[in-house]
């Protein structure tokens, strides 16, 4: 069984760029996850999409989007990127989004 | 907000020894996770707790959860140098309005021969 795929691995990006990061859950989940890790702020919540609908963002600026396709898959969008956003992005996928979250590989975005 | 909080943040531990790691949790929830991560590496599910008194055992790992006290444990029992990793506690509140895990800093734990 397929996990969570996430692509691409790594990325680097400049400064005042925008970035697009997918996610492929697992055959059959309904609800994507979305969170940053940080060492300075550990693991956030970006926000969930169930049936691709939003149903849950966190604490990030506007220039963090997202959304959900008809398959499931969904894919993150960072514009206008800060040094700061340099994190690693981790996507999880549950089949209900009530319990039961399998994490992907993440996506390690450098900002330079 | 909820907040929650590990401890210890740090633990060296010898193999054979046996070790708690505590998560406390700052509102109701009926539903936490224990995940492993190895450095440079994603999150690897070890437990999902969702009931008081849960219990639940994977080699020597066991987790509990006390939802009055808001209180998880995660015991070690004869640790060995492959446990060594970073373990992390995951509360999640979301109900009707869709789920948000809140993670806990993590406990790095280090097992030394």
């Known amino acids: 069984k397929a996990g969570v795929t996430q692509t691409p691995r790594y990325l680097i990006k400049t400064r005042g760029q925008q970035v697009t990061l997918s996610c492929s859950p697992i055959s059959g989940h309904r609800s994507v996850s979305w969170y940053q890790q940080t060492p300075g702020q550990g693991l956030q919540f970006l926000f969930e999409y169930f049936s691709e609908t939003q149903r849950n963002k966190g604490n990030f600026p506007g220039r963090f989007s997202g959304r959900q396709f008809s398959n499931s898959r969904s894919e993150m969008n960072v514009s206008t990127l800060e040094l700061g956003d340099s994190a690693l992005y981790l996507c999880?996928?549950?089949?209900?989004?009530?319990?039961?979250?399998?994490f992907g590989s993440g996506t390690r975005l450098t900002v330079v | 907000e909820l907040k929650v909080e590990q401890n210890p943040l740090f633990l060296s531990m010898q193999e054979g020894k046996n070790y708690t790691i505590y998560c406390n949790y700052s509102t109701t929830s009926d539903r936490l996770y224990w995940y492993r991560q190895d450095p440079g590496k994603s999150l690897e599910s070890l437990f999902v707790?969702?009931?008081?008194?849960a219990v639940k055992q994977e080699g020597r790992l066991m987790a509990s959860l006390d939802t009055k006290a808001r209180l998880s444990t995660l015991h070690i029992t004869a640790a060995v140098h492959d446990l060594s990793a970073t373990y992390f506690c995951?509360?999640?509140?979301?109900?009707?309005?869709?789920?948000?895990?809140?993670f806990g800093e993590g406990t790095q734990l280090t097992v030394n021969p």
């Open positions: 999880a996928s549950s089949p209900d989004g009530v319990y039961g979250y399998t």
């Open positions: 707790l969702l009931s008081n008194g």
């Open positions: 995951a509360v999640d509140v979301g109900q009707t309005s869709g789920s948000r895990l809140t």
